[in-house]
Every structure is written in structure tokens, then in C-alpha cells.
């Protein structure tokens, strides 16, 4: 069984569960790329940004498994530079997925009344003196997490629901089906702090003791609030404009 994952600290906490080396082969790869590989991959499941279901409506989605965030800890945090007086330019920088591209052009709109322009950072730290949004774990190796305002909050405050950063995904319904059966359970008391606590990341020690203090709000089994919080998101871009129609998502 293939698995692709994105290269953050809450997939590998995630990963943490698949022992079994001779059956799952993890692969990891940038978030912008994870839904382009599942069709290059026969039978694979996939952890997508969950936007990308806009342009690839024939993955079928797991009800039950994903990245959900509920409160302060994030994948993404917004940096906002003091002499940086125009707002209408953002730097988009590390990892950067469809839900960074999509939502950031929503939030700024929603919550400041602005028509940001995004830019793409070129060159590791070179938009540092930019305003920026940072996907990703710099945000832990290289970044100062208390002077940021976390992705997550604003959009739980836009939808009023938790926010569901990555789904799983196949285009396969029978080995999504059998990855859930397989792995629900395991995953279902999956604590991330007690998991963290045995990793050797090279982050700063501040982001450490932020994490060790916030990782119990990462959530990998979803209920129901987290499904309700997929459909708010996929109604984001509809209600914006972005899309024509509304997305049915294919759940298993």
C-alpha cells in the first residue's frame, strides 16, 4: 500500500502509525504535488490539501481520517511586517498548497475588506521583510511563532468550524476502504503530544514547548464538526466566486 504524504511535523506524527514496513511504503512529497502523484500511483491514498478537491472532484475522500485543526496550532501562520505598509501584497512562502492560494485571497477580503495580490517567495527567507504566510515547518525551525497570527484561527473564525487542513484521498473507493479499516482504529487514539515527545526535530525550542503545549488540539479521527468544517471550506470559493459550482464530495 502506498501512502503520500506532505512533509510536516503532523503528517509524520500521523505516519507514526504505520509500523508495518512491509505492507505501507510512505512517501512524502510537497503539498502542491500530492493529488498530481495519486494518479501517477495505481491504488495509492494520498493526504491532500483539502482545496484541491475543487479540480480533482473524482478522488474519493475518507470521512473518518485526516488533519483537523480546533484551536491556536497551525500548518500556516500569517507574519505581518510593522514598516510593511502595504497590506495589499503577500508573500506565500514554504510549503504552499491550493488552501493557502485560495484562502488567503477570501480571509484578507473578509476580514480587512482587501484585494491582496499574491506572490510566490522565490528563494528560501528572502521574503522575511515581506508580509507573508509561511506553510509549513519553518515556521518551526525559522520562525517566531508568538509575534504571528495563526492561519488556523482565522479561518475557524470565517466558517465557524474546525479547520480541515488535509483529507485523505484515492481514486481507488475499495483501497480507501480498506486503508479506514485497516488504520481507524489506530489512528483514533493516536495522541500527537506523547508522539512528538520521542521525535528528534530540529526545530527552535520555543516551537518545541509551543507544540508540546498545542498538539492537543490536532485531531486525525474525524466526527462530525470536522465534516461539516470540510463542507464550509468547499463552500468558501463558491460563495467568493471562484468556482462555478458547488463541490459533492465523493466520502467513503
Known sequence: MDILLPDNIFARILASVFTDKDIVKLHYFPSSLLSKKISETKNAIALIPTLDLLSHKDFFISGLLGISFDELVSNSYIYFNQEEENLKEIVLAGDVSTNEAILTKILF?????????????????????????????????????????????????????????????????????????????????????????????????????????????????????????????LELPYYHGIIKDMIDVKFV
Open 109 to 233: 477580503s473578509e476580514t480587512y475588506g482587501i484585494d491582496v495580490q499574491l506572490s510566490i517567495e522565490k528563494l528560501n527567507g528572502g521574503s522575511s521583510n515581506k508580509n507573508r504566510i509561511l506553510v509549513g515547518d519553518r515556521n518551526f525551525s525559522e520562525g517566531n511563532i508568538s509575534s504571528t497570527i495563526g492561519f488556523t484561527e482565522e479561518i475557524i473564525e470565517l466558517i465557524s468550524a474546525p479547520y480541515i487542513n488535509f483529507v485523505f484521498a484515492s481514486k481507488s473507493e475499495e483501497a480507501l476502504k480498506k486503508f479506514q479499516s485497516k488504520y481507524h482504529g489506530i489512528i483514533s487514539v493516536l495522541n500527537p503530544t506523547e508522539v512528538f515527545e520521542n521525535m528528534n526535530e530540529n526545530f527552535l525550542m520555543a516551537s518545541k514547548d509551543y507544540l508540546a503545549e498545542n498538539l492537543q488540539h490536532v485531531v486525525f479521527n474525524f466526527d462530525e464538526q470536522d465534516l461539516e468544517g470540510i463542507k464550509r471550506l
